[in-house]
Structures are given as C-alpha cells and as structure tokens.
C-alpha cells in the first residue's frame, strides 16, 4: 500500500504529473491537494480504470486529510517563471508555499519521502529540511530536490547530436537546479565526448544549463516547463516508489543533504569542498530513501571550470533557504 499525495496538483506540472501517476500499479492511493480545482481533477482521474483510488483535496482546512500517512509527497505547488525572471525571483512567493506545505508533511507525514518540485529547488529543498528539523522530524535521506529535467534533457539533446537513441544516453547532471548551477557531466557519457567538438560540448552544455529558459521563451508569458517536468516527475516519484517498498536498485542524480551519506558524499567534497550542505549527486535509492551517495567521478577541465561559479552561486541559494525558515515565526 503506496500513498502518494502531490501537492499543488491542479497545477501545469500536477495534472500530467498526477494523470502519469495514476497509470503506477505502484501506487494504491493518490491523494491531490491544491487551494484550487482538486476536485475535478480527482473526480476525472479517478475514472480511469487503474487500481489506486483518487482522492481530491481542496484549500488548508483539508490538508491534513490529504497528506496524513503519505509514504511520498511530491510538491510542484508554486508559481512558474515568465520571461526575463530567474529562478530565485520565485522566492518571495514560493518559499512560504513550500515552507506551509512541509509544515504540514512534518506534522502529519513525518517519514514521507520528500520530492521538491517548486522552484528555486535551490532554496526549496534547504526549506523543508529546516521545516523537519524545527519539528524533530529530519532525516536527510527522504529530502530530495526533483532534478530529473536536467538528467532528461542532457539524454535528449546529446542523443540528438551525437545520432543515438536518446532513451540510452545516460548523462549525470550534478549540483543544482539553476543556470551555472546545473553541471552536466558530458565527459562520462560513453561514445559522446569522442564523437562531439570542444565547441559541441560548450554548446550542448550551455542548452541543458538553460533548457528552463528556452521553454519559458517560448510559451511567452504562460509559464515554464510543465509536460517534460511531469514526466520527469513521475520518472523519479516511480523510481523512488520501485526502490523503497519494490526492492529495486535505482541509481538517479538528485539534490539531497550531503550529509545523507558522509562517507559517500567524500568523493564530491575532494571537488566542491566543504561549503556545500546540498548538491546534486548520483544517489543510490532503496528502503531508507538515500542508501548512499555515489561518486560524481573524474571531470574534464572544462567540467572542473564550471564547478566553482555553480558553488558560489549555490552557497548563496542554499543560505537564503536556510535563513527563511529561521526567520519565520
Ligand atoms: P502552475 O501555476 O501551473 O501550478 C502551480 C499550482 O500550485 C497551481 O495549481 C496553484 O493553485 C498551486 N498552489 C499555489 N499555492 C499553493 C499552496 N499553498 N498549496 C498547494 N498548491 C498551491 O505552475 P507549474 O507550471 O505547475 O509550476 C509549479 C512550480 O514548479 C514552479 O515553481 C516552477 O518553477 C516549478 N518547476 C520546477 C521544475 C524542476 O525541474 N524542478 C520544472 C518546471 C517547473
Ligand atoms: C525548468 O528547468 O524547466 C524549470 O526549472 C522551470 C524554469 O523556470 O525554467
């Protein structure tokens, strides 16, 4: 029995997320919570003729019901980018959203396992790992920043350049969720570095670090990625669902407290130092959400020359999460 609640489920992201979702055998009840519209979409949703039972919750009075003994909590409640804002201009608005929702999670959900989907994830993730240490509730191993886009789209574009199957293109994607924070780690990535130019690297680097901006430019005004982050969603709340109660080894790149796993977490330490509480890495998944954390592995030099402009940036993204939830009430 597998409760997934997804929190801001009326939403762009949280409809598709929900509908993929719902096709899980995995799952036996999915619970949607949003202040908006949950209704409906339950009511829709629950016409499909899958096992798990849909549940539609609407508006604070009916959070607890909606996220009380969830075994995963998904949060892609928020507001999106327009054109011409970062990912930190959703800060002001955001933060809270997430800061109230983990509130919640940590009172009524405690041992969830914890996929943050609103951006700045950043900032995001810091955010509910402060909520759950406020609470006495924290376990660094269920609190995972939703980076799986960034893993998504370097399969797509390096399988388009180099002629392969995206699907089979494995690229790890390590640091954060924001422009030169997104690392993605061509030089690992069999029969690619060999096949691509110095240039076709740069290129190709630059377009996964701003994938997010070329969709926001294109939707013009009506938000950001919402199709390609569901699935991208779904891929990770499945993956971790299959390694923590279906015995599955699954091995995604996810933003997670390093202290997760401090001997693990040793190997990308020797590279970023020890500044960085958070990043994202290859983690190891299973029944205690992170088992462990994996080597990011040998770095090109122009790889090693992205990484301290991404940890500079980081520092600051994963401080301002931490100081929000210390200065709230
Ligand atoms: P959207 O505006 O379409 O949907 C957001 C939903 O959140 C709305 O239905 C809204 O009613 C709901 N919501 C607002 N406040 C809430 C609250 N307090 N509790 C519950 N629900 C609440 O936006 P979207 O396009 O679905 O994007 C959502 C978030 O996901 C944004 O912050 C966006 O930047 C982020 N995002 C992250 C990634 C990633 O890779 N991690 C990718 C794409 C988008
Ligand atoms: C993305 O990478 O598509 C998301 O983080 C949304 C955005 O604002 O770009």
Sequence with gaps: MVKVTVCGAAGGIGQPLSLLLKQS??????????????????????????????????????????????DVVVIPAGVPRKPGMTRDDLFKINASIVRDLATAAAKYAPKAFMCIISNPVNSTVPIVAEVFKKHGVYDPRR??????????????????????????VACKV??????????????QVPGASGKLTPEQIEKVT????????????????????????????????LNLVEAAFFGK???????????????????????????LQYFSVPVALGPNGVES?????????????????????????????????????
Excluded: W
């Design 249 to 275: 080894s699954i091995v995604e790149c996810t933003y997670v407290q390093l202290d997760a796993d401090k001997q693990g977490a040793q190997d990308t330490k020797r590279v970023i130092g020890n500044e």
């Design 25 to 70: 055998p995995r799952i036996s009840h999915l619970s949607l919570y949003d202040i908006v519209n949950t209704p409906g979409v339950a009511a829709d949703l629950s016409h499909i003729n899958t096992q798990s039972k849909v549940t539609g919750h609407v508006g604070n009075e009916q959070l607890k019901e909606a996220i009380e003994g969830s």
């Design 206 to 237: 630059n377009r996964i670090q701003f994938g997010g901006d070329e969709v926001v430019k294109a939707k013009n005004g009506a938000g950001s990625a919402t199709l390609s982050m569901a699935y991208a969603g779904a891929r990770f709340a």
């Design 143 to 168: 609190i995972f920043g939703v980076t799986t886009l960034d893993i998504v789209r370097a399969s797509t574009f390096i399988g388009g350049l180099i002629g392969a199957e995206p699907s089979t």
């Design 174 to 187: 390590v640091g954060g969720h924001s422009g030169h924070t997104i690392l993605p780690l061509i030089s």
């Design 293 to 329: 954390i994996l080597p990011i592995g040998s770095l090109s030099s122009f790889e090693q020359s992205l990484f301290s402009k991404a940890v500079a940036e980081l520092k600051g993204n994963i401080a301002k999460g931490t100081n929000f939830v210390a200065e709230s009430k």
